[in-house]
């Protein structure tokens, strides 16, 4: 991992951080050894941890390439940034719609750091960061509407994200999202649901020395999505939504979500 001086000052290289864990799971090369560490030991009590990281790229890409084609969408919220990756958010959506704008929010300095040094827009679009808490979620509209034409759609992705809030109160916080903006917009919401594996792995996660991960029953997720419309093929694991024919494996996974339309 190649930083700045000052980004150097901020990383403590000596203690998990959720991003670089997940990064290591998805084959970034933004990690340290002991994310990879916390990372390998949450694999250990979960195998499948990997194959579900996977998974939830995929998923977005696939929820983006949608949203930006067949719904016409050219506005997003991604919340929850993470370490920026291939096929970022704007490089899905900008490749379908050039003017997209797109707006990530993060509070961490070091994703944010990242993020506006790699995720650049194409010339037509934009993109902007907003620094602020996922659960200000008026404030975080507020910021985004700088950027964005909130009287029109805007999709809001929360993705692999929601498990850092209690259940109800993830619910409630989507719900407040969601009537901050303009009918025809979409919220893209995925995130792990609690078997006895899954739970394993939670436990194996809470050990290192980062912020702790819930998973969700099934219906803990489905309850983000009240009053609002699924898109085909509705709510279940994320590698069976509009997998792409001989794309990314469509086993399914113990990550659950959907697309819903205001």
Same mark, same amino acid.
């Given at each position: $991992?190649? /930083?700045?001086?000052?980004?150097?000052?901020?990383?403590?290289?000596?203690?998990?951080?959720?991003?670089?864990?997940?990064?290591?799971?998805?084959?970034?090369?933004?990690?340290?050894?002991?994310?990879?560490?916390?990372?390998?030991?949450?694999?250990?009590?979960?195998?499948?941890?990997?194959?579900?990281? #996977?998974?939830?790229?995929? !998923?977005?890409?696939?929820?983006?390439?949608?949203?930006?084609?067949?719904?016409?969408?050219?506005? !997003?919220?991604?919340?929850?940034?993470?370490?920026?990756?291939?096929?970022?958010?704007?490089?899905?959506?900008?490749?379908?719609?050039?003017?997209?704008?797109?707006? =990530?929010?993060?509070?961490?300095?070091?994703?944010?750091?990242?993020?506006?040094?790699?995720?650049?827009?194409?010339?037509?679009?934009?993109? /902007? =960061?907003?620094?602020? /808490?996922? #659960?200000?979620?008026?404030?975080?509209?507020?910021?985004?509407?700088?950027?964005?034409?909130?009287?029109?759609?805007?999709?809001?992705?929360?993705?692999?994200?929601?498990?850092?809030?209690?259940?109800?109160?993830?619910?409630?916080? $989507?719900?407040? =999202?969601?009537?901050?903006?303009?009918?025809?917009?979409?919220?893209? #919401?995925?995130?792990?649901?609690?078997?006895?594996?899954?739970?394993?792995?939670?436990?194996?996660?809470?050990?290192?020395?980062?912020?702790? =991960?819930?998973?969700?029953?099934?219906?803990?997720?489905?309850? +983000?999505?009240?009053? $609002?419309?699924?898109?085909?093929?509705? !709510?279940? +694991?994320?590698?069976?939504?509009?997998? /792409?024919?001989?794309?990314? +494996?469509?086993?399914?996974?113990?990550?659950?979500? !959907?697309?819903?339309?205001?």
């Amino acid at each position: $991992m190649n /930083n700045s001086p000052e980004l150097e000052a901020r990383i403590q290289s000596g203690i998990p951080h959720s991003a670089r864990v997940w990064n290591y799971w998805i084959g970034g090369k933004d990690h340290y050894p002991v994310d990879q560490a916390l990372g390998d030991q949450v694999i250990a009590s979960y195998p499948q941890t990997r194959d579900l990281a #996977l998974a939830s790229r995929a !998923f977005q890409t696939r929820a983006v390439q949608y949203l930006a084609g067949e719904a016409g969408i050219t506005q !997003f919220v991604d919340i929850g940034t993470g370490l920026p990756v291939q096929n970022s958010t704007h490089e899905v959506a900008q490749s379908i719609q050039p003017k997209a704008r797109i707006v =990530y929010v993060d509070n961490d300095p070091l994703v944010l750091a990242h993020a506006r040094a790699l995720l650049t827009s194409a010339p037509d679009g934009m993109t /902007n =960061y907003v620094h602020a /808490n996922m #659960l200000d979620a008026e404030q975080v509209l507020q910021e985004a509407a700088q950027t964005l034409d909130m009287t029109q759609p805007v999709a809001v992705m929360v993705l692999s994200t929601l498990g850092h809030v209690a259940p109800q109160a993830g619910i409630d916080l $989507m719900h407040r =999202y969601m009537a901050g903006v303009a009918g025809g917009s979409h919220l893209v #919401l995925c995130d792990t649901i609690a078997t006895k594996e899954t739970l394993a792995a939670q436990e194996a996660y809470a050990s290192g020395d980062t912020p702790p =991960y819930l998973v969700r029953r099934p219906e803990e997720i489905l309850a +983000s999505a009240d009053g $609002m419309e699924l898109v085909s093929p509705g !709510f279940g +694991s994320i590698s069976l939504w509009r997998p /792409n024919p001989g794309g990314a +494996s469509t086993e399914p996974v113990d990550q659950w979500g !959907f697309v819903a339309r205001k």
